[in-house]
């Protein structure tokens, strides 16, 4: 394989899980010494400058993991159908990475979300994919549109794609309250987009099973969680607090929309306070939820909300956090998603807080220790913030310096996401070799 194409209306330096997961991917093809090119928007307003030049450089945690799953390294002579190799070998240059970015229409809250923003993206992104140099391989990441659009162009160019499924697109729509006639076509042209797929790329073993119900085929589906970069969410060490920071603070970092429901926890907060008034609670991010937040701040007291800052500064928040917030609000179609801000909270050493569906995070949350998972419901969200606050591993500075390298190991060894995008990039090798269906 010599060049990848990756489709996508998110990609770095927006603050978005599909944003990071995709620059790991692309991390990781360039250094098996494959050329890569991303097509794109341009960031959202706010977002932290983008380095393109840094994405043809190795990534700095995790080791160089097989790239086709057990057999081989990803190398820049693997054309589709050649065998893999029986040995490592090391490509002599990284791959070259180019990032076409466009303009792209976004919602009040600067998001790509409904149909004329997702219209704007993908007309051009079909255009842009018919004229480039012809790839190996096409990596795609919702919406379905997308999907579609990749499936008709790489079948024109006879060119096999990967579908990067985070979660169930037309689950959501049902959920969320969209006409029936609406839902029923977004859940047919999800299932042609995956149909066509030479492979599917799911975040979670639910998401997996939802992606062969949609099929209606046999797909090749591989599960691969979700990560985050331990090199910049690390625990605390020597590292002084943010200026101005709460001295007893939960933090919320990253999206508040409709679906995560984050305002359970400025309304459990009250409760909190009862017993520990010195608990504070910072949201640090934006969202469409946010304007409801901001009422809720101004009511409550002891809620701040700020806006969205680079990686290593929320890396610097969650450090000298009491404990991570992390929600899901169940029933809206993505009860199977599995959050990177868990893996932000435990590769800082952090504990979570989980409100939401007891699928998927939650289960990963009790399997590792990583914190607490509750109902989306203040009661509990509150009985579990006051539990983390009373934790003697939290009021113990030698008990919460051992939580904190436990929690940080773990997430090395389980959610790197050097490793995620790795093993991401071997399936793709793999995949590619085995050409169109």
Same mark, same amino acid.
């Given at each position: ?6 489709? #996508? ?194 975040? #979670? ?139 932000? @909270?435990?590769? #800082? ?23 607490? @998972? ?27 310096? @051992?939580?904190?390298?436990?929690? @940080? ?29």
């Amino acid at each position: 394989m010599k060049h990848a194409v990756v489709v #996508s209306r998110l990609f770095a330096p927006e603050p978005a899980a599909a944003a990071f997961r995709l620059e790991a991917l692309v991390r990781a093809l360039a250094s098996g010494g494959i050329d890569v090119t991303v097509l794109t928007s341009r960031a959202r307003p706010g977002s932290p400058p983008a380095d393109d030049d840094a994405l043809s450089r190795p990534p700095a945690d995790g080791p160089r993991l097989p790239a086709d799953g057990g057999t081989g390294h990803l190398r820049a002579d693997d054309a589709p159908g050649a065998p893999p190799g029986d040995t490592p070998r090391g490509p002599a240059r990284p791959g070259r990475v180019r990032v076409r970015r466009a303009r792209v229409l976004r919602d009040s809250s600067g998001y790509v979300r409904g149909y004329l923003p997702y219209l704007s993206f993908d007309v051009p992104a079909a255009l842009r994919l018919l004229t480039v140099r012809r790839p190996d391989v096409v990596v795609v990441e919702p919406p379905p549109t997308t999907g579609v659009v990749v499936r008709l162009v790489c079948a024109l160019r006879r060119v096999p794609y990967v579908y990067y499924a985070a979660d169930v697109w037309s689950d959501a729509a049902r959920s969320t309250g969209s006409p029936r006639v609406v839902s029923a076509l977004l859940a047919r042209l999800e299932g042609w987009a995956l149909r066509g797929a030479r492979g599917v790329v799911a975040v #979670s073993e639910g998401v997996a099973a939802r992606v062969r119900e949609l099929a209606r085929r046999e797909v090749d589906v591989e599960v691969v969680r979700n990560g985050i970069d331990t090199e910049v969410f690390r625990p605390a060490d020597d590292d002084p607090p943010v200026p101005g920071a709460p001295g007893t603070y939960f933090l919320y970092a990253g999206t508040a929309s409709e679906w995560q429901g984050a305002e359970v926890f400025a309304l459990a907060l009250e409760s909190v306070r009862e017993q520990h008034p010195e608990a504070e609670l910072v949201y640090l991010g934006s969202g469409s939820a946010w304007d409801g937040l901001r009422d809720l701040a101004e009511r409550a007291g002891a809620v701040h909300l700020l806006p969205p800052v680079r990686a290593a500064e929320a890396a610097r928040w969650l450090r000298h956090a009491a404990g991570a917030l992390v929600s899901i609000v169940p029933g809206l179609g993505y009860d199977f998603a599995l959050p990177t801000k868990i893996f932000a @909270a435990s590769a #800082s050493g952090v504990p979570v807080v989980f409100a939401g569906p007891t699928a998927t995070a939650a289960e990963l949350i009790a399997e590792g220790g990583l914190g607490r @998972a509750v109902g989306h419901d203040r009661d509990a969200v509150a009985e579990a913030m006051r539990a983390v606050l009373e934790d003697p591993e939290t009021t113990d500075p030698v008990r919460r310096a @051992a939580r904190a390298a436990r929690l @940080a190991t773990w997430t090395h060894e389980h959610a790197s996401l050097a490793r995620v995008g790795q093993r991401v990039a071997g399936l793709v090798a793999r995949w590619a070799r085995e050409g169109t269906r």
